[in-house]
Structure formats: structure tokens, C-alpha cells
């Protein structure tokens, strides 16, 4: 009974010590929660597992759980063999790598696709402590294309009830869902009863994505046709949100007219007399209503929103109005400005045109223009400004104050509104002859010369010329002006003349000379008379270089004996000798002439007669 009871507590403390050794053999899986990827990207979804005994025995499996919530087995395998199961989604699209001796297995599922958003789970399987499994979530995300924006092209009137549809906004092909949210300004907008109402349609593609179309109704006040409305699209990826705007637009907001504007826009400044003038009219609402544009309650004719009146003048002065019709509510609005127009009579004279003083007198010109604001003159003669103010005075008269006067009246606060007028001055007296050539002149005899006389004197004076021989003067030319005379004479010179200009008139007569002398050519005289000597001198050197030549060649051919003369006898030089030629030759030296016949013989000169030529060398 004693051995029984020791193998009975043998038995027992066998069992206990294998219930002990299950107890403490287990096996531990770790996975995270999620896997997130785009779509088309790879995925990769890690299974770590440790197990207390080998793992040598260690059988992996890999499920998925269908959209109907059914577990489907894809992947087996051990450390000798890797099975991936047929006929599912995922066939040819996954692999697991790490097995062995590895506590560590990884699921790779190639070209992600929507459909594979699922959850996968990892089972490790021990023989003998049993099995443990863990679950991972696969995400997939698709971001959407650039949202649009697009607004209402017909404008939003104030006065609608209800709000009025202003813009839509559309965010397409994203995965998950995008979100659209509605600014205006800075401000977003949510719904509000009566005020602001967003209407969002959601539409799943065929591709399984989503396109999200969002419509925001808004009942407008006027200050929204300064706003600006955009939309913000918000959206999920892998490990967080993403947000994108639209570009941002306006909307046109119709509002009625509660006050009108009404000024001259041309010209800018005062308005003078003859000017154009444009008179614009606007209204503070939109759209811009129809105007009527009245001056001095009569109405015109006018484009749309301006009025245009020609050449004003100053009974032009008064009020512009302009109307305006609402055509909802058939109100009228009414704006006007008053127009006055500047003005600047023609100047006048105190003399006027002309006027004639005698010299010494004093002479004392007004010169003022109406006008409707201040102005200031200034004096002109020739271009040339001779005083300021509205009276010109000339005292102490002389023929240099004579001329034409100009005052130029201007308005300096008014741009180009200005007059003038003009006086004639005439200084009466005997004529003035101004100071014209040199009154001596000298002139080659047979020569023309021209003779100018210029005066002045009031009445105009009378030019006449005459000369000290009484030889003709031939008048070229004459002009005149109303006190002035310029003539213009020719006169020949034969010999030493004096001509006279004279100017006359009512008030007495002037002259004055022109001594004209003519110049005697004795340089000239002189200068022939060498020239003729030198001529002369010329001429006779080469006759004697002529003769001598001649003689060299007579000599030359005797000599040769190519003359037929004989030497023998004398020859007279009284007698003709035909074909005979006598030439002495002398030499400085021995004074000695030689004479040479027709027949070549030397003869002194006792022998050679009385009648013969000598050429001195």
C-alpha cells in the first residue's frame, strides 16, 4: 500500500511538473494598428512574434477580411516551405520574407489598389504551446486634382429674398473623400439660415475615387462686391491632412442707387470761353442707371452717363442736374454742380489804331480788357517787351519811338485766355537820313557802283538823287513803309563825281554826298612797261643764240666741204650775194673779228670793207 501511494505522488508530481511546463510555453505577436500608403505605392506590413519554446516549429499564416466580413487565408509557411494561396486577390501581387529563424515576417502587396483597403491579419502557430495571432488595418489615399473655382457670371441683386447660388467649387479623384470648406475674405462661411446655405454633392467614380462638388447659395449685401470668395479642400495622407486653396474670385453685387456724383471732368481747372465741356454723372449703385442731364431746367441730349457742351460761353454759367431712374422701384435720385465759365473781352485802346505826334510831345496809351478775374498787360514793340501795366507813356517824342505798340492782356490764373490790341505810332518831323557807306568812295574809272539812301520822317519822305557832273543815276530799287524809304541807286564812274540822296517832305528837306573818286592805274602802268622791256631783252637773246647756231652749222659744213663758195676775193657788201651770209665774231679777250664768207674764208677785218654786220659775243 506504502509503493502504491509513492507511484501514486510519482504520477502526480509528472503531471503537475508538464502542467507547469504548458503554463509557462507561450507565444506573443506585435502589429501595428495601421499600414498607410498612396495608391499604386507598395505596402509592407510588418508581423513580429516571439515564442518561449523553439521556434523552429513555427507556422506562419496571413489572412485578409473581406468587405463582407469574411476571413480568407492568402499565405502559409514554415521555415522550410512558403505557400501563397490561389485564386485570390492577392496571388500575384504579395510576398513574405523573413522567415527561418527570424522573429520577424513581412507582407510586401505590390501596386496598391482601393480594393486592397482591408484588414490583414498575422497567425503564428507553435505545436506545442499553440497559436497567437495579430491584425494590421491597410489604408490607401488618392490625392485629389487642384480644385476649381468658378462664380456666378450673372450678378447677385441685394434686394433676393433667399440666397442666391454665387460659385461652386470642385475637388475630383480623391480618396478618402475630401472635405470643401467656403471664405469669404478670411472669414470661413457655415451654414446660417436665411444667410448663407452650402450645398455639397459627393460622387463616387467608377475608378472608385471621390469627387466632392460643393455650391454656396449667399444672400449678398453690398459690401460683398468688394469681397473675395475662395475655397479651402482639405484631405487626408499617409500620416496626416493636407490642405489646398482655389484661386479667389469676385462676385458682382447689384445695389440701388442711393446718391449720384455730378462734376466736369474736361477741362480740368477753370472753364474759360469757347472751351468743350464734359459733365460726368454716376450713381452709387450698380448696375449704373439710366440719366437725364438738364442745364437751366432745359433738358439735353447726351451719351449714356456724360454730357458734352461745345464752345461755352458766359451765359453758359448756371446748374447741371442729373436724374437717375431705378427701374425696380421707379425712384428717382437726383446730383447737380454748377458750371461757371471764365471769360476775357477783346482789349481797348485809349488811342486806338494810329496816332501822330509831333517830336517833343508826350503821349500817354490806356490799354484794358473786361474780364471776371484779375489781369495783368504787358507793352511790346518789335517782340521786344518795353513796359507792364495798363498805361504806356512816351514822353519827349523822337522818330525811334515810332512804330507799331502791342498789349497783351492776360489772365494768369486761366491758362491761354488772353487779348491783344495794337497802336501805330507816327513822330512827325523833317526827314532823318540814318547813316548808310563810307560817303567817300574810290572807284576803278568805267565801273558801277551802287548807292544806298535809307530815311525816315513822318510824312513819309520823297528820295530823289542827283550827281556834281549831272551824269546819269539809274534807280535799281525802293521800298517803303509808312515812314521809312530805302532807295537804291547805280551810278557809272567816268571821273571824280560827288551824288546827292534827297529826302523831303511837308516838315523841310535833307541831303546828303557820296564822293566818288576814280583810281588812276599807275601800278599797272609801270608793271606793263617792265613786263614789255623784259619781253624785248628776251626776244633779242634768242636771235643771238640763233645766229650763233646758224654760224656753227655754216662753219661746220665748209669745213666738210659741203658749201660750193670760193675762198678767194672780196666780197662786197653792198652787192647782192645770194645765199650769202656775213656773221663777225669777236672775242672778248682778243677783240678779234672773225668774218665769214659764203665761202668759209677768214679775212681780218681790215680786208672785209666797210658794209658787214658784227655779232658781239
Given at each position: 500500500m506504502a509503493l502504491r501511494m509513492k507511484a501514486s505522488m510519482f504520477v502526480g508530481l509528472f503531471l503537475l511538473s508538464l502542467a507547469w511546463k504548458a503554463a509557462w510555453a507561450t507565444v506573443q505577436v506585435n502589429m501595428e494598428d495601421r499600414v498607410e500608403v498612396f495608391l499604386g505605392d507598395t505596402a509592407q506590413i510588418t508581423c513580429m512574434f516571439t515564442v518561449s519554446d523553439s521556434p523552429d516549429n513555427v507556422i506562419i499564416q496571413w489572412y485578409m477580411i473581406t468587405k463582407t466580413n469574411v476571413r480568407l487565408r492568402i499565405y502559409y509557411g514554415n521555415s522550410t516551405m512558403q505557400v501563397v494561396d490561389r485564386g485570390g486577390q492577392f496571388t500575384d501581387k504579395i510576398s513574405v520574407n523573413g522567415m527561418g529563424n527570424s522573429s520577424e515576417v513581412v507582407l510586401t502587396i505590390r501596386d496598391v489598389k482601393l480594393e486592397d483597403e482591408l484588414e490583414f491579419i498575422c497567425q503564428v502557430n507553435e505545436m506545442s504551446v499553440g497559436s497567437e495571432e495579430g491584425r494590421t488595418m491597410l489604408r490607401v489615399f488618392a490625392s485629389p486634382d487642384r480644385p476649381i473655382i468658378t462664380g456666378e457670371e450673372s450678378g447677385i441683386s441685394v434686394s433676393n429674398e433667399n440666397p442666391s447660388k454665387m460659385g461652386s467649387c470642385e475637388a475630383r479623384n480623391g480618396y478618402p473623400r475630401?472635405?470643401?470648406?467656403?471664405?469669404?475674405?478670411?472669414?470661413?462661411?457655415?451654414?446660417?439660415?436665411?444667410?448663407?446655405?452650402?450645398?455639397?454633392?459627393?460622387?463616387k467614380e467608377s475608378s472608385g475615387l471621390y469627387t466632392v462638388q460643393s455650391d454656396l447659395h449667399l444672400n449678398v449685401v453690398k459690401e460683398d462686391k468688394d469681397s473675395f470668395f475662395y475655397c479651402e479642400v482639405s484631405y487626408l495622407v499617409p500620416g496626416g491632412t493636407k490642405m489646398t486653396?482655389?484661386?479667389?474670385?469676385?462676385?458682382?453685387?447689384?445695389?440701388?442707387?442711393?446718391?449720384?456724383?455730378?462734376?466736369?471732368?474736361?477741362?480740368?481747372?477753370?472753364?474759360?470761353?469757347?472751351?468743350?465741356?464734359?459733365?460726368?454723372?454716376?450713381?452709387?449703385?450698380?448696375?449704373?442707371?439710366?440719366?437725364?442731364?438738364?442745364?437751366?431746367?432745359?433738358?439735353?441730349?447726351?451719351?449714356?452717363?456724360?454730357?458734352?457742351?461745345?464752345?461755352?460761353?458766359?451765359?453758359?454759367?448756371?446748374?447741371?442736374t442729373c436724374t437717375a431712374l431705378d427701374l425696380d422701384t421707379y425712384e428717382e435720385t437726383l446730383g447737380q454742380t454748377e458750371l461757371f465759365v471764365d471769360y476775357l473781352d477783346p482789349a481797348v485802346l485809349i488811342p486806338k489804331d494810329t496816332h501822330v505826334m509831333a517830336q517833343g510831345e508826350e503821349l500817354m496809351v490806356t490799354c484794358n480788357a473786361l474780364s471776371s478775374l484779375p489781369t495783368h498787360t504787358v507793352w511790346f514793340k518789335k517782340g521786344k517787351k518795353v513796359a507792364e501795366g495798363h498805361t504806356l507813356t512816351l514822353k519827349d517824342a523822337v522818330f525811334d519811338m515810332a512804330g507799331t505798340y502791342m498789349c497783351v492782356v492776360k489772365v494768369p490764373s486761366v491758362e491761354g485766355l488772353e487779348t491783344t490790341g495794337s497802336l501805330r505810332v507816327f513822330v512827325q518831323g523833317?526827314?532823318?537820313?540814318?547813316?548808310?557807306?563810307?560817303?567817300?568812295?574810290?572807284?576803278?574809272?568805267?565801273?558801277?557802283?551802287?548807292?544806298?539812301?535809307?530815311?525816315?520822317?513822318?510824312?513819309?519822305?520823297?528820295?530823289?538823287?542827283?550827281?556834281?557832273?549831272?551824269?546819269?543815276?539809274?534807280?535799281?530799287?525802293?521800298?517803303?513803309?509808312?515812314?521809312?524809304?530805302?532807295?537804291?541807286?547805280?551810278?557809272?564812274?567816268?571821273?571824280?563825281?560827288?551824288?546827292?540822296?534827297?529826302?523831303?517832305?511837308?516838315?523841310?528837306?535833307?541831303?546828303?554826298?557820296?564822293?566818288?573818286?576814280?583810281?588812276?592805274?599807275?601800278?599797272?602802268?609801270?608793271?606793263?612797261?617792265?613786263?614789255?622791256?623784259?619781253?624785248?631783252?628776251?626776244?633779242?637773246?634768242?636771235?643771238?643764240?640763233?645766229?650763233?647756231?646758224?654760224?656753227?652749222?655754216?662753219?661746220?659744213?665748209?669745213?666738210?666741204?659741203?658749201?660750193?663758195?670760193g675762198r678767194s676775193g672780196k666780197q662786197d657788201l653792198t652787192k647782192p650775194n645770194k645765199g650769202g651770209i656775213v656773221v663777225e665774231m669777236k672775242s672778248d679777250n682778243t677783240e678779234e673779228a672773225v668774218l665769214l664768207s659764203v665761202n668759209g674764208d677768214k679775212k681780218p677785218p681790215s680786208d672785209q670793207g666797210d658794209k658787214y654786220m658784227y655779232v658781239q659775243k
Open positions: 475630401p472635405n470643401i470648406t467656403w471664405y469669404r475674405d478670411q472669414s470661413s462661411l457655415q451654414n446660417t439660415p436665411g444667410e448663407v446655405s452650402v450645398v455639397t454633392l459627393v460622387t486653396e482655389t484661386n479667389k474670385i469676385n462676385i458682382t453685387v447689384y445695389y440701388p442707387t442711393t446718391s449720384l456724383d455730378v462734376w466736369v471732368e474736361s477741362p480740368k481747372g477753370r472753364v474759360k470761353e469757347g472751351d468743350t465741356v464734359e459733365v460726368h454723372c454716376r450713381a452709387n449703385g450698380n448696375p449704373q442707371p439710366p440719366f437725364t442731364f438738364m442745364h437751366n431746367m432745359e433738358e439735353l441730349k447726351s451719351e449714356p452717363n456724360v454730357l458734352v457742351l461745345k464752345d461755352v460761353t458766359r451765359q453758359s454759367n448756371g446748374n447741371i523833317r526827314p532823318e537820313i540814318k547813316k548808310s557807306a563810307d560817303p567817300v568812295q574810290e572807284v576803278s574809272p568805267e565801273k558801277t557802283q551802287k548807292l544806298s539812301c535809307h530815311a525816315r520822317g513822318y510824312p513819309t519822305p520823297v528820295i530823289t538823287w542827283s550827281s556834281s557832273d549831272k551824269s546819269q543815276v539809274l534807280k535799281l530799287s525802293q521800298r517803303e513803309t509808312e515812314d521809312e524809304v530805302l532807295s537804291v541807286v547805280s551810278v557809272k564812274v567816268t571821273s571824280d563825281i560827288t551824288a546827292y540822296c534827297n529826302a523831303s517832305n511837308k516838315h523841310g528837306t535833307v541831303s546828303v554826298s557820296f564822293s566818288l573818286k576814280a583810281i588812276v592805274q599807275t601800278t599797272s602802268s609801270a608793271l606793263s612797261t617792265t613786263e614789255g622791256s623784259g619781253v624785248v631783252i628776251a626776244v633779242i637773246i634768242i636771235c643771238i643764240l640763233l645766229l650763233a647756231i646758224l654760224g656753227s652749222v655754216l662753219y661746220f659744213l665748209y669745213k666738210k666741204g659741203k658749201l660750193p663758195c
